[in-house]
């Protein structure tokens, strides 16, 4: 095991400490997990689920006032009108939107390739993906660096981190989902490091806070509950949109 590995997994089992409270108060450490993968099963087929995409129609107005591209999954799909409203309301900015519920980050980065090359970009880009990284945590890095340097040095990217520890679940599994979720939310803290111009909108950090939180804001330990959590993850999105 290489020395980066091994930190991370000692980064891992500390944040733990802080998640736990999702699921409980023991915490599984990775070989634990091995029989099935990292712990979390496999990500199933989801490119026939429910999207949100904006037409051309949408996108060309966002460009000419430089609002905002927002490429996000599940969560997205359900929250993002309430966010584009929000937001129009609070700081004038128009929103235009690429979300696929079930949608992990590589294929995410990918839309904003193509949007990069078909329309431009604006000035901010906000990436709402990643909870379904849960099945390979080791990805995501990767593709972070990808989205900044896709975005360049001059663009604001700013991204949610990830709560995941689906209720619906074996506690077994509720543990791995949170141990992978810390693990993601490290990798980009890490990408923010090396990035600028990366923002973090630390929507984890707000629902360990509270371990009511939990229950309150999600529904099945991943998505928003509606308006409260809904309400709540898309006020600090806003919020790190008006500090940029």
């Known amino acids: 095991m290489s020395e980066r590995m091994k930190t991370t997994r000692r980064r891992l089992l500390k944040a733990g400490a802080v998640g736990a409270v999702a699921v409980g108060s023991s915490f599984l450490v990775a070989g634990e997990a091995a029989a099935d993968g990292y712990g979390s099963g496999a990500l199933g087929p989801w490119e026939n689920l429910s999207k949100r995409i904006s037409t051309l129609t949408q996108i060309r107005p966002v460009l000419d006032t430089d609002g905002l591209f927002m490429f996000g999954d599940s ?25 696929w519920s079930g949608r992990p980050t590589a294929p995410a980065v990918d839309a904003l390739a193509g949007w990069a090359q078909a329309y431009g970009l604006p ?44 209720t619906g679940q074996s506690a077994a599994v509720q543990l791995a989902d949170q141990r992978n979720s810390g693990w993601i939310n490290l990798q980009l803290a890490d990408a923010q ?43 600090l999105i806003v919020q790190s949109i008006e500090a940029t």
Request: hydrophobic share 45%; net charge positive.
């Open 75 to 99: 969560i997205s799909v359900q929250d993002g009108y309430s966010l584009a409203v929000r937001l129009q309301s609070r700081t004038g900015d128009q929103l235009a939107v690429h979300n």
């Open 193 to 235: 490091k090396r990035h600028p111009n990366l923002r973090v909108v630390h929507w984890a950090e707000f629902l360990a806070a509270k371990p009511s939180r939990l229950t309150m804001y999600l529904s099945d330990g991943v998505h928003t509950t509606v308006p409260l959590g809904q309400d709540a993850r898309n006020e």
């Open 123 to 166: 000035r901010r880009i906000l990436m709402a993906t990643g909870s379904n990284d849960i099945f390979t945590p080791p990805v995501f890095a990767a593709q972070v660096d990808r989205t900044m340097a896709i975005a360049g040095p001059a663009r604001t990217v700013i991204w949610v981190n990830v709560q995941v520890a689906r």
